[in-house]
């Protein structure tokens, strides 16, 4: 599969894009592999490349149920920003920025990242005060962080109602200028089209059925096209977590799948540079190349795998838009959708070795999946390749649940809805 | 969705607050703590029926236990929680 440059381009306009190749093979099954990735979305297909290309690791398969794109990852809001708190958590969704940074031209892929800057509103003075605390902590830890006073919001984003008589009125806010947004589908299919350039089998339509084991020792994953042996296997699937677990025996994990909503607009002519999070209330917006306003809030808040949302949270999502934009009352809705979200009892994932040998687990991805794609496919290969954590995903693993070691960074305690 | 409160009728789900799964069995007190460790952290989380608390809050705030499929959202059955629920079936007004 060739490379894409200037030159393919160029060469393929002059033939009437006739020739352009599929991005990935059709890989057929084969009956064994080294190491067997259960879940082809971007944690998945990240896992693989950098399985492949950091560890040399080519003889990897990764299964998909349906086809790439269609799980969380061809689902999200496409933000991506690294303004956490905790020493645990800064320095990981960092890692996972530096690296979308460079990510175009390391995929040969263009994921359209933008560093249009993300934005969290604070709208008491009491906020303002939990957003300092937050960016000093940022700082420490070497991320840039800056905070803004209700001139320099309003400076930034004109169209937001910053006046005294708004019905939230913004005191401040938390600004990340090298946050942004990126081409959420391209995310999925760069990393699939770079895996497979380094030797891995992308099988869609093989939905996982079993695991093969021996003792307590997971050899492989039965699934719906026949028994596939792998010495590792690696489980990122998001939603199903608890539905694939439960198939290895393993009954409970600290996880709940929840259902969030994602809402775009019509088209509009640019309108909003830069991505504005609403944290009071719940909402976070961000205007895609295409024209279309990218929103999306709260959690539905039950438990769900129906993959589609409720009205209440539409109404909900839709009237704290409106009432920090008046300016777009009148644009149409224009699709919204749902996505299972494995939400974790600390609000942060798990990527660790385990429970059972020959078993690697990556879950409880909560809002921070998208994010996080390059940072937890990098790490997960880690773990999968040395069998033991990096430093960065050391402190996200299973046990820390039991022995005290929770990273709930809003102490809101185990409730996985309130994340 | 809307959920059958025994107390108030068929209701809109946003009068309700949603209280977690209910198939938890709290351990005795001076279990070891591998049991609580599972109580507060393991969860289930199956893909179908789910036994789960919700509270009335705009309405007679009583605790209900809900069976509801977590795939279709389709409400099973709803039960008072408590004592309540032996005189409510018994149809006893006190």
Redesign the interface.
Known sequence: MAKYSIFSLVLNSLTRHRHWRPAWRKAEPRPEYDVVVVGGGGHGLATAYYLAKEHGITDVAVLEKGWIGSGNVGRNTTLVRSNYMLDQTVPFYESSLKRWEGLSHELNYNVMFSSRGVLNLAHAPSQLDVFTRRANSMMLNGVDAEMLDTDGVTRLVPNLDTSPGARFPVVGGLLQRRGGTARHDAVAWGYARAADRQGVDIVENCEIEGFLREGDRITGVVTRRGEIRARKVAVAVAGSTSQVMALAGIEKLPIESHVLQAFVSEGLKPALDTVVTFGAGHLYISQSDKGGLVFGGDLDGYNSYAQRGNLPVVEDVVSAAVAMFPCFSRVRLLRHWGGLMDMSMDGQPIITKGPLDGLYLNCGWCYEGFKATPASGWTFAWTIARDEPHALNAPFRLDRFRNGYALDEKGRGPYPGHH | ?RILCPCCGER???EFT?C??ASRVMPALDAE??AW??Y????????GP?E?YWQHAHGCRHWLRVT?N????EILSVLLEGPWRARHEAKDPR
Not at chain 2, 40 to 47: C, H, L, M, S, T
Not at chain 2, 70 to 73: A, K, L, S
């Open positions: 969705m809109d789900a946003r949603y977690g799964d703590a591998d460790a599972a507060v952290w393991g969860r289930k989380n199956p893909r789910h789960e509801r977590t795939e279709t959202h």
